[in-house]
């Protein structure tokens, strides 16, 4: 197990990607503590998984955020890894666009990240070698219709995770993943962004050279090597996972 009682805050882990990164994570001996809204969906997986514990809440209360950390401290004495998930589209262009869905997507998908980082720092410090996790996407170098808050927050959640890594090398390993198109909830909703709803996601898939979608099980792969000692001379840095859409 490459995990073996390592301590792991999960955020998005009540839909997606983040579900299915709980599960790796869990499968490779990590404590968890699960995030998210929805009540139902995270019991249901603080049942499924061993070492396990959900926290509901909202990602853009820093609050929220700090009870994340006390959690983990709680239940399991330490924390070791943050794997940060959760995440919204925020569509509609900069003139239809509401200000409170704009404030409410970049909080989301940018400040949340912020907020556990602050609250998770010292506690990562005290280990051997804490480790941050970002998802981010291909779109924080890509635009996308309809997206300005969703592209805005993905690109400075990269540079948010440069900063981290400088700051607190060699004590802890900062990086991004970015995603292209996932079968998750948030793919098919996106798809209403675009002038053809209904071809989105099928054009998306097309348009990988490797002609399908990714799955969330592709990108838990990706982030059990990268917040492992597999990955141990990997800091800073940005890993695309999108089955080569960004060279279309
Ligand atoms: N799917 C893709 O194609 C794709 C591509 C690149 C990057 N990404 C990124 O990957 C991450 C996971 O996305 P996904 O595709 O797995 O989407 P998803 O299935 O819609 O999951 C999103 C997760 O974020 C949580 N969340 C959203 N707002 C929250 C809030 N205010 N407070 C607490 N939790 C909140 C949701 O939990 P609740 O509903 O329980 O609150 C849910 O668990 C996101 O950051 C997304 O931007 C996705």
Redesign the pocket.
Known sequence: MKLKDKVCIV??????????IAKGLSAEGARLVL?????E??KALEEELDNAVFL??????PS?NKKLVETALEAYGKLDILS??????GIGNVENLSIDLWR?TI???LS?IFYLCKYALPHLQKQPQGNILI?????AFKSFPNHPA?CAS?AASVALMKQIAVDYAPKIRVNA???????????W??AKAFEQPDTAVEN?KRTTLLKR??T?ED?TKLVLFLVSDDSSWITGTTVTI?GGIINT
């Open positions: 955020t998005g882990a009540t839909s997606g990607m983040g579900k299915s995030s998210g809204r929805n009540q969906r995270g509901a809440g909202d990602i853009t209360d929220y940060l998930n959760a995440g919204i589209l409410n909080d989301t998908n949340s998802n981010a996407s291909i779109a969703y993905k993943i970015c995603p292209g198109p996932v079968d998750t909830p948030l793919l909703e996106s998306a979608l990714g969330p990108i999108d």
